[in-house]
Every structure is written in C-alpha cells, then in structure tokens.
C-alpha cells in the first residue's frame, strides 16, 4: 500500500510509520514539525509542511496516488485547550476537514483517525465501551468528536469510509530501542517517572490522592504504542480491503487499569536494576481528571482482529525506560 500518514514524525505518528515501513509498505510522511522531529521521521519520506497548506496537499495527493491517510497531527493538551481552544478547534477540526476535502477531490477513501477516549469526557461506567456517551469536557475532547461527526457526513455524502481509533494512555516505545516519546513540554505521567528517575528532573509529582480508587490515585489504561499501531495497520487494510466501510469508530485500550502510584512502583522496580530511584512529591489534584478511566476493547478485537502483544505494564515501562536512556544520550 501507499500510505500518506499526517503528523509521521511525532510520537504516534513515528511509530506507525516505522511499522508500515517494516511490513513492506510505501509512507509519505507530511508533518510541520511543531511538535514533532525530523529525527524520528527516519522511516518513508518526510515533507515539512501542513494539512492548512491546500496547495501542498494537492500537489502531494496528484503526485501520489495514496490507498490510505493515516491522521495524527493535532494539538493535544488538555490543559491548553481551555486556554486556547481557537488553536484546537483550527489545528484540529479547520485542518482536518481541509485535508477531508483533498482527499474527496482525489477520491482517496480510506481514513484512520486518532481519536480520544477524551471524546466521552467524565465517565457514566468504566471499563467504557463504544455505547457510553461522548459528553467532552474540554475543547481537545470536542474537537476530536466534531472530526468523528464530519467523518459520518464524508461517509454518508462521498463514500469516505473511516475508522477513529479512541485512545486511551498510549505509552511504551519501539522495542528496538530506536524511536519513542518526546514531547517538548512533557505533560505525560511514564515519561515524567522515568525522567525523574534518570535524574533529568528532580522528582515526580503525584497529582492527587483522593480519589475515590483502592489507592487514591487515578486510575488509567496504558496501552503500548505497538500495539496502539498494529490497530491502526488493520484497520487501514479492513477498510483497503473492503472487509469494513462506513464510519466507524473503537476504543482502544488493554482493557486493564492502572492507578499513579503502581505506575511509579512499576517504574522503581524496573529503574532499580540500573542503580536508579526517583522522588516522589505529593500534589494537588489536576483540574479535568477523572478517577478512572478504563477502555472496553472488545468491539476492536472481534471486528478487526486486534490482540495487544504487550500488555505487561513491566514490558511498557522497560521499553520506554531504555528510550529515556538513549534519549538522555541523544540530547
Ligand atoms: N499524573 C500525575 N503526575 C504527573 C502527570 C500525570 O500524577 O506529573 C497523573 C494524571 O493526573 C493522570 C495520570 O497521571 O491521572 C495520567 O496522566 P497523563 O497526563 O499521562 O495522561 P491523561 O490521562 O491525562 O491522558
């Protein structure tokens, strides 16, 4: 396949990439490189541009004739989004549909969207499965959710068959070591640990521990980014090989929680092998976050197949601790 993947060169986007590469396909990656690196776009050709850019999407979809658009590039910080959710509601849903539009032009029908667990906002059940409701309480949620309404809409009036995978915490790095998490600033709870425990900041803050959990701390579901993108590669081939259309949407996560404080336990054992500890502050809670957050991924692996082949949070966690010392090489 041909694939054209938006925001290749950020964390998510570099993994696929470099998973699409490896099963023998041909990646166009287009990133602007505000949040992402050139030095993670190693896999498929990279051009430095934006999906804003209509003049570069045309030039890009006459030049190739794409199966697939995988779609990652988005502003993503909660916090940030409710300071400034033009910023989202432009990077994300004005971006989006510009590059819907190309796309329909070149009727080029095949779309995997990132989509959030976000999406739901505050939890009526856990684990939460495709019926709970998509109640968003921030613009990064309502954002995300105005993208899987257009995707209906595309599907309905041009045939653009869609899959928005909803991510719950992806986390983990490429088990060959190569690639991983780098976000400029770091907001993300498994990197923030390994950081402190590497000494590169001085301890790991945890944010509230009054939460009605066996701990008191939130509760989420890690999903490895392996098995984040082996989602995405079978649903862009169930929709290439016309086993599924329409607009469809899964969650995806493992299914399992969690809490903060196993986290950093997981995280001392693992560090400690290397002569490594870390400290823990105590915090306020942060605005926005629910106790639990837990995904129900069965639809996602009756309908496309999907067995996550990492699910050991010491697997995630030694993954991403052998890119937080390579990274601390790197920098
Ligand atoms: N968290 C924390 N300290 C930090 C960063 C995150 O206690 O320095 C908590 C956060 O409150 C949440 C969990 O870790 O309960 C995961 O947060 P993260 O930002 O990684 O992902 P989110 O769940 O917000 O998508």
């Known amino acids: 396949m041909q694939v054209l993947v938006v925001g290749g060169a950020g964390y998510i986007g570099s993994h696929m990439v470099k998973q699409l590469s490896r099963a023998g396909h041909s990646v166009v990656v287009l990133d602007n490189l505000s949040t992402g690196f050139c030095e993670l776009a190693c896999y498929g050709e990279l051009v430095v541009g934006d999906s804003a850019d209509t003049a570069l999407l045309e030039s890009l979809f006459s030049k190739h004739k794409f199966d697939g658009v995988m779609h990652f590039a988005a502003a993503s910080l909660v916090g940030e989004s409710m300071q400034h959710p033009g910023k989202y509601y432009r990077n994300n ?16 029908n095949h779309f995997i969207f990132s989509s959030t667990a976000a999406t739901f906002g505050e939890p009526v059940y856990v684990p939460i499965d495709e019926a709970h409701p998509q109640q968003p309480i921030n613009p990064y949620g309502a954002s995300k959710l105005m993208i899987e309404r257009m995707l209906q809409d595309f599907y309905s009036a041009h045939g653009l068959s869609s899959v928005s995978l909803r991510y ?4 983990g790095a490429d088990p060959e070591g190569e690639l991983g998490e780098c976000h400029e600033p770091e907001t993300h709870l498994i990197p923030l640990i390994l950081q402190a425990a590497s000494g590169r ?19 989420r579901d890690y999903i490895h980014i392996e098995d984040l993108c082996s989602a995405h590669a079978l649903a862009l081939e169930a929709l290439v090989q016309g086993k599924k259309q329409g607009a469809l949407a899964y969650n995806l996560g493992n299914g399992h929680g969690y809490s903060v404080q196993q986290m950093i336990d997981a995280v001392q054992r693992v560090v400690s092998e290397d002569g490594c500890s870390l400290i823990v502050e105590e915090g306020a809670r942060r605005p926005g976050d629910p106790a639990t957050l837990v995904a129900d991924a069965t639809l996602v692996k009756q309908e496309l197949g999907w067995q996550p082949q990492y699910a050991m949070l010491d697997i995630i966690i030694r993954h991403a601790w052998a890119w937080e010392k390579r990274r601390n090489a790197w920098l």
């Open 93 to 108: 849903v004005v971006n989006t549909l510009n590059l819907l539009e190309v796309m329909v032009r070149h009727e080029v």
């Open 168 to 171: 719950f915490n992806a986390c």
């Open 201 to 219: 900041r001085e301890s790991i803050t945890v944010f509230g521990r009054d939460y009605a959990t066996e701990d008191g701390t939130c509760i």
